[in-house]
Each structure stands twice: as C-alpha cells, then as structure tokens.
C-alpha cells in the first residue's frame, strides 16, 4: 500500500511539473520558431527594399515584444505574489496563446497592407507581457516546491523546459525547410510551427489551473512600497545584470545563430538549423547537469562566475572557428560549447537570483530583473548585432556583443560577493521552509 502511494505521488508530482514547465517551453518554443522563421516572417510582413532589411525589419519586431516583458513582470509579478502562482500562470499561458494565434493566422502585407505589420508587432508585444510574468511565477513554483535537496535540479527543469522547446523548434524548423519548396515554406509553410503552440496551450491552461499553491497565506501581504525602497532595488540591479549575460549568449547563440549562417555566411536553411538543434541539445543536458552540481555542492556564486569567465574567455575563439573555418562540424562544436557553458552555470544563477527576495516579492522581484535584462540586452540583441553587422561589416560583431555582456554579469557577481551582509540566501541556510 505505501509503494502504491508513493507511485501515485509520483506521478503526480511528474503531472504538475509538466504543466508548469508545458507554458514556459511554450513561450520559447514560440520565440525559438519566431527567430528560426525571421527571414520568411521579414518577407510576408516587412517587405523593403533589400533582402537584409526586411530580415532586419523582422529581428525588430522580435525584439518589441521584450518592451513589454518589464509592464508584465510587474502586473503578473504582483498578481502572483498576491493571488498566487497558479492564477499567474494560468493567465500568462492564454495571454501567450493568444499572441501565437494572431502570428500563424495574420494575412501578409500583400493582403492587407500595413495592418499585417502592426498585428505581428500587437502579437509580439502579447507575447512579450505574458512571458514577463510566466518565468517568474514558473521558477518560483519549481522553486518553492521542492526540497531543499533538490531545488537544483527542479530548478533546472525551467532551462530544460527552454532547452526542449528550442529543440522542438529547431526540428520543426529543419523539417519544414527540408520538406517543402522555398516557395511554400514563404507563403504558408512558416506559420505551422505558431498553429501547432496555439493549438498545444489550451492543454497547460487545463492542467495549471489544478496546480497545487506554493504561496503561503502568511505571504500575501501588500507590500507595493517595498518595490520602491533601497533594499528591493539593490538585488533588483544585481540580478538583472546577473541576467543579462546568460540572456544575450542564449539569444544569440541559439535564437539568432540560424539567421547569422544564413544571411552572413550563406550556409543552407538545414545546416543553420542543425547547429541550433546541436546547440539546444548540449544546453538542454548541461543545464540539468548543473542544478545537480548546486545540489551536490551548493556554491551558487563560484558555479556561476566560473561560467560566465569560461564563456567570457570562449567568445572569440569560437567566432573564429564559426567565422573562418568553413567546416559545418567545427561550426556545431563551437556553437555547441558555448551553449553547454551557458547550460552549466545558468542553474545556479537562477538561485542566487531567487534567494535575494523574500516570498512576498519573489516573483516580482525575479520577473522584473529577468525582464530588465531580456528587454535591455537579450530581447535587442538579434537587432543591435544585425545593424552593427550592416552598418560595420564585421562578422565578429556577435562576439564582442557576447563578451561585453559576460564581464557585465561577472562585474555583477563580484558586487553580490562584496555586499553578501546584505543579502540574505534563504536556500544556503535552510531558513525559509
């Protein structure tokens, strides 16, 4: 009877997991294929004069839903730590689904003009606000769920959750390429990936709404002035800048890298898409690798400025290899090694990130400073390194894009390490459950 019960509490614990993690791999999975897609999104939406325009056209559009990431994290952030995780997650995921909905379905420019251009960009700044509270709330559910034992590792199941839906698109986007004509793949054959997501979501929503609440009553206080004091705004500071260089490797390592071979360095669609796949892979088993070392040892900050000063000092050898050696094997290695470093470290980021804030802001606390990020550097990245690109005509431009936001991070943790006093990690004592 009690192997019975500990199989069926199993499994439910499986059950709830994958509703949290079904939206946010949804999200991504959404922004994967977007990125994947931005050439042919460029020509159906952003008709210009140039090939490279209307792609650069597209890439912005990308980066406007970020703009709206901040407006969320705070609206849902509030909303989840006041009504609860689960109310915030189940509303971010329709509010997600939404925007899916009007990219697959939207009519081209040669249909209706101007109208198409500004749908896709109402689309991405739907998606854009539903993503600024669905990371928070989905952490810190994981979070605050488990065991002191395991936070690592269920705290990864957020990255590995990306890591997958990045896989999924790539192979969405390998497949459709590979099956059907350019022609096809143009007018129709790019929007199958956003009608699968929209169809998929209604399923999360189902199942967050029977989530069980990780938010304690004790919790749900007011506490709006807090967001204004001096001891919420300085881990706010520190954890975005913590973010911002896990965030712009990840953009443009994975998002922005099939759109980079193609136009610069004119590889085929599937090859472009087959160093994403690699990519997504290696980053997916690194990052659960690495909430398994936080359980194992439990240094947050030396796991993660080892991270962010091996991919500091990564950056430029591997654009040099992915720039000059012509060889699609080193290219996916390459790509593929800076993915698994940013899988290694990302893990114990997260929680030093979370420990910062009490319960009662975490989910602002996070939402807001991954937003900050995202939206600043992440969510611009593809643009900025794409008119950087055109107007310097440097292929290494992506490189010192990624180095620059690294030493930020590093600069970060090292401030985090001086003003320990004053942060309090819950998870290293133990204190908070």
Same mark, same amino acid.
């Given at each position: 009877?009690?192997?019975?019960?500990?199989?069926?509490?199993?499994?439910?614990?499986?059950?709830?997991?994958?509703?949290?993690?079904?939206?946010?791999?949804?999200?991504?999975?959404?922004?994967?294929?977007?990125?994947?897609?931005?050439?042919?999104?460029?020509?159906?939406?952003?008709?210009?004069?140039?090939?490279?325009?209307?792609?650069?056209?597209?890439?912005?559009?990308?980066?406007?839903?970020?703009?709206?990431?901040?407006?969320?994290?705070?609206?849902?952030?509030?909303?989840?730590?006041?009504?609860?995780?689960?109310?915030?997650?189940?509303?971010?995921?329709?509010?997600?689904?939404?925007?899916?909905?009007?990219?697959?379905?939207?009519?081209?420019?040669?249909?209706?003009?101007?109208?198409?251009?500004?749908?896709?960009?109402?689309?991405?700044?739907?998606?854009?606000?539903?993503?600024?509270?669905?990371?928070?709330?989905?952490?810190?559910?994981?979070?605050?769920?488990?065991?002191?034992?395991?936070?690592?590792?269920?705290?990864?199941?957020?990255?590995?959750?990306?890591?997958?839906?990045?896989?999924?698109?790539?192979?969405?986007?390998?497949?459709?390429?590979?099956?059907?004509?350019?022609?096809?793949?143009?007018?129709?054959?790019?929007?199958?990936?956003?009608?699968?997501?929209?169809?998929?979501?209604?399923?999360?929503?189902?199942?967050?709404?029977?989530?069980?609440?990780?938010?304690?009553?004790?919790?749900?206080?007011?506490?709006?002035?807090?967001?204004?004091?001096?001891?919420?705004?300085?881990?706010?500071?520190?954890?975005?800048?913590?973010?911002?260089?896990?965030?712009?490797?990840?953009?443009?390592?994975?998002?922005?890298?099939?759109?980079?071979?193609?136009?610069?360095?004119?590889?085929?669609? &599937? @090859?472009?898409?087959?160093?994403? %796949? $690699?990519?997504?892979?290696? =980053? !997916? /088993? *690194?990052?659960?690798? #690495?909430?398994?070392?936080?359980?194992?040892?439990?240094?947050?900050?030396?796991?993660?400025?080892?991270?962010?000063?091996?991919?500091?000092?990564?950056?430029?050898?591997?654009?040099?290899?992915?720039?000059?050696?012509?060889?699609?094997?080193?290219?996916?290695?390459?790509?593929?090694?800076?993915?698994?470093?940013?899988?290694?470290?990302?893990?114990?980021?997260?929680?030093?990130?979370?420990?910062?804030?009490?319960?009662?802001?975490?989910?602002?606390?996070?939402?807001?400073?991954?937003?900050?990020?995202?939206?600043?550097?992440?969510?611009?990245?593809?643009?900025?390194?794409?008119?950087?690109?055109?107007?310097?005509?440097?292929?290494?431009?992506?490189?010192? &894009? @990624?180095?620059?936001?690294?030493? %930020? $991070?590093?600069?970060?943790? =090292? !401030? /985090? *390490?001086?003003?320990? #006093?004053?942060?309090?990690?819950?998870?290293?004592?133990?204190?908070?459950?």
């Amino acid at each position: 009877m009690k192997k019975h019960q500990e199989r069926c509490g199993a499994a439910s614990d499986r059950k709830m997991i994958f509703a949290v993690v079904l939206g946010n791999g949804l999200e991504i999975f959404d922004f994967t294929v977007y990125s994947f897609f931005a050439v042919w999104i460029g020509k159906a939406f952003f008709p210009a004069n140039s090939a490279m325009s209307d792609f650069l056209f597209a890439v912005g559009a990308f980066g406007v839903g970020f703009f709206a990431r901040p407006v969320g994290a705070i609206m849902l952030g509030r909303y989840a730590d006041r009504a609860g995780r689960r109310a915030a997650m189940a509303l971010s995921i329709l509010l997600a689904a939404l925007g899916t909905a009007v990219i697959a379905l939207c009519p081209p420019w040669s249909q209706i003009g101007w109208f198409a251009p500004v749908c896709i960009v109402c689309a991405r700044l739907l998606q854009g606000f539903a993503a600024g509270g669905e990371v928070g709330a989905t952490t810190t559910w994981l979070f605050e769920s488990a065991p002191l034992s395991r936070r690592g590792r269920r705290v990864s199941l957020q990255m590995v959750s990306q890591g997958i839906a990045a896989i999924a698109g790539a192979l969405c986007g390998f497949s459709i390429s590979g099956l059907l004509e350019t022609e096809a793949l143009a007018q129709w054959g790019w929007r199958i990936p956003f009608a699968i997501g929209a169809l998929i979501a209604p399923l999360g929503y189902y199942l967050r709404r029977h989530l069980p609440e990780t938010l304690e009553n004790g919790s749900r206080e007011r506490s709006g002035p807090a967001l204004k004091s001096r001891t919420f705004l300085l881990p706010l500071t520190v954890a975005a800048f913590l973010t911002i260089g896990q965030s712009v490797t990840m953009y443009v390592m994975v998002f922005y890298m099939p759109g980079y071979l193609t136009r610069m360095l004119a590889l085929p669609a &599937y @090859l472009s898409f087959m160093t994403a %796949l $690699a990519s997504s892979v290696v =980053f !997916t /088993l *690194c990052a659960y690798f #690495g909430g398994w070392v936080v359980d194992r040892f439990g240094e947050l900050k030396k796991i993660a400025l080892g991270a962010f000063a091996v991919t500091a000092l990564c950056c430029l050898p591997a654009f040099g290899a992915i720039v000059y050696s012509g060889d699609i094997g080193v290219i996916v290695l390459a790509s593929a090694i800076m993915a698994g470093l940013l899988g290694l470290g990302v893990v114990a980021t997260l929680m030093l990130i979370m420990s910062l804030f009490p319960p009662s802001l975490r989910v602002t606390g996070f939402a807001l400073s991954y937003a900050l990020a995202n939206t600043l550097f992440g969510g611009t990245a593809q643009f900025i390194v794409t008119a950087l690109l055109i107007r310097s005509g440097n292929n290494f431009v992506p490189a010192w &894009y @990624l180095l620059v936001c690294n030493l %930020l $991070a590093i600069a970060a943790l =090292f !401030t /985090l *390490c001086k003003r320990q #006093g004053k942060y309090r990690i819950a998870w290293q004592t133990g204190s908070e459950r």
